[in-house]
C-alpha cells in the first residue's frame, strides 16, 4: 500500500527506512485517511486475486479508521466487496468468552462485523481448555494461504500485537502462542479505559508473532494520541530490535504508519 499523493495531502509525509509515515492533524483525519487508502487497498488486492486475507486489530485506537473503512468500502473508487474477505484477528485474552465485553471479539464484532457481510471470520477461541491446540488451529488457518493485509496499531511499549518487549523474538517459529502481559501492556489497557483496574486486566494472552505481520503483504498501522509518542519515537529513530518489537516495521517492504500531531511530536525531523 504505497503512499498515494492523489488522496488528500497529509500534514507531514516522510519515511524511517522502508517504512512510509504520514501525519495528520487529529486523530478523526488520522482515521480518515487511513480508512480510505485501506478501502482502496482492499479493493486492488479483491481485483487482483478474487478475495483478500485480512488481519484486524481490536483496541480503541482503531475505531475511527473502522468507521472510514466500512464507509468508504460502500461507495464510489473506494467500494469492494466484503464476501471476498476472509478476517482473522490478532489476539486474545486467555479466558475470556466472545461475549465479554473486553474480549476482541466482542470489539470486532461491535465495530465491524455486525455492520458488514464478510465472508469467513475465524476467532481465536482463548477460552478453550486446550491452548496447544487453539493455537494448533489457528496456525493452520494462518499458513493455508498468504496474508494480504493487516490493519494494526502499537502499544504504548512499543508492542505489536501482544508481542511485548519481553516475549518478542523478530524469528519466531510460532505463528501464534500463549504470552504473558508486561506491566506497560496491562497499564495501557487502563489507560484505554478498557478495564477500571491493572488488576483486572489478563495476564495472558493468545498473540499472533511477529514473523506474521514481517510476512504479509500490506500493513496499514494506525496510532493516535500522545499515550503513543514514545513508543513511536523508539519505533522509528531507536535501533532496530525487540526492545521495542514495532521497529520491525522499519523494515517492511510495503506498510504505511499513520500518526497524528500528538503521537508524532517527539518524532518530526520537519
Given at each position: 500500500?504505497?503512499?498515494?499523493?492523489?488522496?488528500?495531502?497529509?500534514?507531514?509525509?516522510?519515511?524511517?527506512?522502508?517504512?512510509?509515515?504520514?501525519?495528520h492533524?487529529?486523530?478523526?483525519?488520522?482515521?480518515a485517511?487511513?480508512?480510505?487508502?485501506?478501502a482502496?487497498?482492499?479493493?486492488?488486492?479483491i481485483k487482483?486475486?478474487g478475495?483478500?486475507?485480512?488481519?484486524?486489530g481490536?483496541?480503541?485506537?482503531?475505531?475511527?479508521?473502522l468507521?472510514?473503512?466500512?464507509?468508504?468500502?460502500?461507495?464510489?473508487?473506494t467500494?469492494?466487496?466484503?464476501?471476498?474477505?476472509?478476517?482473522f484477528?490478532?489476539?486474545?485474552?486467555a479466558?475470556?468468552?466472545?461475549?465479554?465485553?473486553?474480549?476482541f471479539r466482542?470489539?470486532?464484532?461491535?465495530?465491524?462485523l455486525?455492520?458488514?457481510?464478510?465472508g469467513?471470520?475465524?476467532?481465536?477461541?482463548?477460552?478453550?481448555?486446550?491452548?496447544?491446540?487453539?493455537?494448533?488451529?489457528y496456525?493452520?488457518?494462518?499458513?493455508?494461504?498468504?496474508?494480504?493485509?493487516?490493519?494494526?496499531?502499537?502499544?504504548?511499549n512499543?508492542?505489536?500485537?501482544?508481542?511485548?518487549p519481553?516475549?518478542?523474538?523478530?524469528?519466531?517459529t510460532?505463528?501464534?502462542?500463549?504470552?504473558?502481559?508486561?506491566?506497560?501492556?496491562?497499564?495501557?489497557?487502563?489507560?484505554?479505559?478498557c478495564?477500571?483496574?491493572?488488576?483486572?486486566?489478563?495476564?495472558?494472552?493468545?498473540?499472533?508473532?511477529?514473523?506474521?505481520?514481517?510476512?504479509?503483504?500490506?500493513?496499514?498501522?494506525?496510532?493516535?494520541?500522545?499515550?503513543?509518542?514514545?513508543?513511536?519515537?523508539?519505533?522509528?529513530?531507536?535501533?532496530?530490535?525487540?526492545?521495542?518489537?514495532?521497529?520491525?516495521?522499519?523494515?517492511?517492504?510495503?506498510?504505511?504508519?499513520?500518526l497524528?500531531?500528538?503521537?508524532?511530536?517527539l518524532?518530526?525531523?520537519?
Open positions: 500500500m504505497k503512499h498515494n499523493p492523489d488522496t488528500a495531502r497529509p500534514a507531514h509525509y516522510e519515511t524511517f527506512g522502508r517504512l512510509a509515515v504520514e501525519i492533524p487529529d486523530r478523526a483525519a488520522l482515521g485517511a487511513a480508512g480510505r487508502a485501506a482502496a487497498a482492499l479493493r486492488a488486492i487482483e486475486k478475495r483478500a486475507r485480512v488481519i484486524f481490536c483496541a480503541p485506537s482503531q475505531n475511527e479508521f468507521a472510514e473503512l466500512i464507509a468508504a468500502s460502500r461507495h464510489g473508487h467500494a469492494f466487496d466484503w464476501s471476498k474477505i476472509t478476517a484477528h490478532m489476539d486474545e485474552y479466558g475470556l468468552k466472545a461475549s465479554h465485553p473486553q474480549s466482542h470489539y470486532l464484532h461491535e465495530h465491524l455486525r455492520h458488514v457481510k464478510i469467513k471470520f475465524h476467532p481465536i477461541k482463548a477460552e478453550a481448555a486446550d491452548i496447544e491446540k487453539t493455537c494448533a488451529n496456525t493452520r488457518l494462518l499458513a493455508a494461504q498468504p496474508i494480504d493485509f493487516i490493519c494494526m496499531g502499537i502499544g504504548e512499543g508492542h505489536i500485537a501482544f508481542n511485548d519481553p516475549v518478542a523474538d523478530f524469528e519466531d510460532a505463528l501464534i502462542k500463549l504470552v504473558e502481559l508486561d506491566a506497560a501492556c496491562r497499564r495501557q489497557q487502563v489507560n484505554d479505559g478495564f477500571a483496574t491493572i488488576d483486572d486486566v489478563p495476564s495472558h494472552a493468545l498473540s499472533l508473532t511477529v514473523p506474521v505481520f514481517r510476512h504479509a503483504r500490506q500493513l496499514s498501522v494506525h496510532v493516535p494520541g500522545p499515550l503513543k509518542a514514545k513508543a513511536v519515537r523508539a519505533a522509528l529513530r531507536g535501533s532496530i530490535g525487540t526492545a521495542c518489537p514495532a521497529s520491525v516495521l522499519r523494515l517492511h517492504p510495503n506498510a504505511i504508519l499513520y497524528d500531531r500528538g503521537s508524532a511530536k518524532t518530526r525531523s520537519a
